[in-house]
């Protein structure tokens, strides 16, 4: 008997070190006789776009952890529900029929979750020996009942160290302007506020940290930052692309902003629209915005070796939940202690994490809605803990990557 395991949404430096955890663990273990890829996940399938991952060979298999990005490709596909529309269903499980697979693995975030536990309803109401288990990835952090996601940690650490080398390069001058730096994360703040742990003698580079979680209000900001402008001659000013107005709406999105298949608005432009404000507002000329892009989620020469650890973790620990008959799970991750930092992994129901969103605490915000607490200061900077060593190839980082 076989099993299949596939990737969804947006991809993160440390997804297929999931893959690898679940294929190395399969080998201990000796549960499936082959582990199968599913390429663009669930659409991909669908397509029968499948390869064989256990005919990787050793050094394969580990050039493949530490390659970033979706090695598998991805999708960002929505199933509707089997009592609306059957016909997907019953073409997905006959394609898993034809290759003998008895588990499913997933790994994505809220919206990979949703058809994780639609999945194996459908498989439980028609009584099949199918078990679909969820393993969570996300850069944004932004999904429940887990401390925190695998990839978070990795683009937590990539933002800190961009925010730590830039303030180092707008600090340079003797008239120094205004520096803006945006991270990802569209509905919460967890990225952005990962900029915090930038610091230079115990002091946060960044000046002004804005979150999606605080509503943004143009005048106070225009007021933070004349105010600090004028005191410092410099202000470093970090933003999520996910900001939104008193009326719940992003400040970069325009009626024409696109969307993905899951429903979720493209973002991004928000330091730049914070750069228009500042200068029409007469305060300084001088202001330059940073989009750090896709870089937050394939930054591999950055990732922490703590995040890579926890991906391997939590696809070994979703080999196991299948081979104990589990289904409709996600693996989560559990923090057992912050100093020295340990976790572990225990298993939540993903129709509890489907479509829910795990925002940034309130009480991690200052009271004035700009910079962030030291609770939260003490709950990131375990996850970005410690350096991956990538073997190269040419000088370059040697990656395993599957034809495209
Ligand atoms: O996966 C999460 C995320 O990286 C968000 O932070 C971001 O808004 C979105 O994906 C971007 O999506 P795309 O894959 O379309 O670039």
Redesign the pocket.
């Known amino acids: 008997m076989n099993c299949i395991i596939a990737q969804s949404?947006?991809p993160t430096s440390v997804i297929n070190a999931s893959v690898y955890g679940l294929v190395k663990e399969n080998f201990n273990l000796e549960v499936f006789d082959n582990v199968y890829g599913g390429l663009n996940g669930i659409q991909g399938i669908l397509e029968k776009k499948i390869i064989n991952l256990s005919s990787m060979n050793k050094d394969e298999l580990e050039a493949f952890k530490n390659t970033p990005s979706s090695g598998l490709g991805s999708c960002r596909y929505k199933l509707k529900d089997f009592s609306e529309n059957e016909y997907e269903y019953i073409k997905l499980i006959k394609i898993l029929k034809e290759l003998d697979i008895k588990a499913f693995f997933y790994v994505g975030?809220n919206d990979s979750m949703d058809t994780t536990a639609k999945l194996s309803k459908y498989a439980k109401k028609k009584n099949l020996d199918i078990k679909f288990i969820g393993i969570p990835k996300?850069?944004?952090n932004d999904l429940v009942l887990t401390d925190h996601t695998p990839g978070f940690g990795s683009a937590a650490k990539f933002i800190a160290t961009a925010t730590l080398e830039t303030y180092l390069d707008s600090t340079v001058y003797m008239d120094n302007g205004i520096f803006i730096i945006e991270a990802?994360?569209?509905d919460t703040g967890w990225l952005a506020a990962s900029a915090a742990l930038a610091q230079i003698n115990g002091k946060p580079c960044a000046d002004f940290i804005y979150l999606p979680e605080s509503e943004f209000s143009i005048t106070d900001f225009l007021n933070d930052v004349r105010k600090t402008f004028k005191e410092k001659n410099h202000v470093y000013i970090v933003a999520s692309?996910g900001l939104r107005d008193c009326t719940g709406k992003f400040i970069t999105q325009s009626a024409y902003s696109a969307h993905?298949k899951f429903g979720h608005a493209?973002?991004g432009g928000v330091g730049e629209y914070l750069k228009n404000l500042i200068m029409d507002a007469g305060i300084t000329k001088r202001v330059k915005a940073l989009e750090l892009g896709?870089m937050q989620?394939c930054a591999m020469h950055c990732a922490s070796k703590t995040d890579l650890d926890e991906a391997i973790m939590v696809g070994a620990a979703a080999i196991r939940a299948a081979a104990e008959g589990k289904s409709g799970y996600m693996v989560s991750i559990k923090r057992e202690t912050n100093s020295p930092y340990k976790s572990s992994t225990v298993l939540v129901d993903a129709n509890e994490i489907a479509n829910k969103i795990k925002h940034f605490p309130k009480e991690w915000i200052n009271k004035k809605g700009n910079h962030i607490t030291v609770e939260a200061i003490n709950y990131l900077r375990p996850l970005i803990a410690d350096n991956v060593l990538l073997d190269t190839e040419d000088l370059l980082p040697k990656y395993k990557v599957f034809s495209r």
């Open positions: 949404g947006g975030g996300t850069i944004d990802m994360g569209r692309e993905d493209q973002l896709v989620r």
